[in-house]
């Protein structure tokens, strides 16, 4: 769930309801009222930015749990590293986030299922100013672009710098949304009919050069799989190859099967964005770890900077920010707040009506936006 600002999220708590079997059992261990009222205020944030009830909370906890250690993911820790996050692009302080956290801990471990400590991110005595965003122009993200050889790491660069989207509406993309238009039309428009928490039907775009280096990855990922393929067939039909190899070179074969249609096409529920096996989806989280890993291979941002924040200053969050800024000299605010599929007030969706259709807005970001996003 993509939150803009803490206004949005003290919205959206109240649609969540603690007073569940878990969330009952938890708040009868506090005795004032007062307190239980204060750790409603806290737990709802995590519920809303969840999406979940307090005894789904426990039900995914403890579907993590399951099996041995070695194979748990730590999917809860990794969430709530991503809500802490979250707390801090909001601009909430070191203090609340502490005290926002204390209670989420507290809550799984009533309920027998601690959390680990050490995966989790550190608060305490975080300043501001060592967690801002980074400052992004056109010279900063060239450097980005060019410490990376991966086609798919470059693609998403651009992706991020030019649509002002947040790494979950990256993420959650398919090829479909984008494959009638790729090659076809420029700006590529990237269509959202709206997301969990918003009612917003909106759009945004690519620029040439993000469609020519979203279409790099796509081919060179289509290729990568076609010849995995084809190797993997080789070992099927090796005489000497044992039994067993050659079953698991069947499943891998039906996997790579799996995102392909009859025409040897990417299908259009294949994910835009792959992990490295060119097949599952590009997690949030882990498009906030590639962004990490290609700042420590620039001087963009300097490993001092980088060991010292808490938080990656060149976190997805920041490509979303500048693209607000960058643009906000040039550019209606009404537009920039549509294009990032924010809400707008009766006054703003009269200035976008007023532009017209969707492809009336191609041509305004072509005419108006993409020369200061292109690189």
Do not use: W
């Amino acid at each position: 769930m993509d939150i803009e600002s803490k206004k949005e999220l003290s919205n959206l708590t109240r649609n969540f309801n603690i007073e569940t079997e878990r969330g009952t059992d938890f708040l009868n261990k506090y005795g004032s009222e007062h307190t239980k009222s204060v750790i409603k205020s806290r737990l709802r944030k995590y519920l809303a930015f969840r999406d979940m009830d307090c005894d789904e909370l426990i039900e995914d906890i403890n579907e993590d749990r399951k099996g041995d250690k070695i194979d748990r993911e730590y999917r809860t820790e990794r969430k709530v590293n991503e809500f802490i996050e979250l707390l801090d692009d909001l601009d909430y302080s070191s203090h609340s986030i502490a005290t926002i956290l204390g209670t989420i801990r507290a809550f799984y471990k009533f309920h027998d299922f601690p959390l680990h400590g050490a995966r989790l991110k550190k608060v305490e005595g975080k300043t501001k100013a060592k967690n801002k965003v980074a400052t992004l122009d056109k010279d900063k993200v060239s450097q980005l672009y060019n410490a990376t050889s991966s086609k798919r790491n470059r693609a998403l660069l651009l992706f991020l710098y030019q649509t002002g989207q947040g790494r979950e509406q990256v993420s959650i993309l398919n090829h479909g949304d984008i494959a009638d238009e790729l090659g076809e039309k420029s700006p590529l428009m990237i269509d959202y009919g709206g997301r969990k928490g918003h009612s917003i039907d909106y759009c945004t775009f690519l620029g040439a050069d993000g469609i020519h280096a979203l279409q790099n990855y796509l081919e060179e990922r289509k290729n990568k799989l076609k010849k995995k393929r084809r190797e993997l067939k080789e070992i099927i039909n090796k005489e000497d190859e044992n039994e067993e190899s050659k079953q698991e070179a069947k499943a891998e074969i039906e996997e790579i099967n799996s995102v392909f249609n009859d025409k040897g096409n990417l299908k259009y529920s294949t994910p835009l964005f792959a992990k490295r096996n060119g097949i599952d989806r590009l997690k949030p989280g882990a498009i906030s770890e590639i962004l990490k890993y290609i700042a420590r291979n620039t001087n963009v941002i300097s490993d001092e900077k980088l060991e010292y924040a808490d938080i990656n200053p060149l976190r997805p969050h920041a490509f979303r920010h500048n693209f607000k800024t960058r643009l906000t000299p040039y550019v209606s605010s009404f537009v920039i707040e549509y294009l990032m599929g924010h809400s707008l007030g009766t006054e703003g969706e009269y200035f976008i009506n007023e532009i017209g259709s969707k492809e009336d807005l191609r041509e305004y970001y072509a005419e108006n936006i993409e020369e200061h996003v292109s690189i």
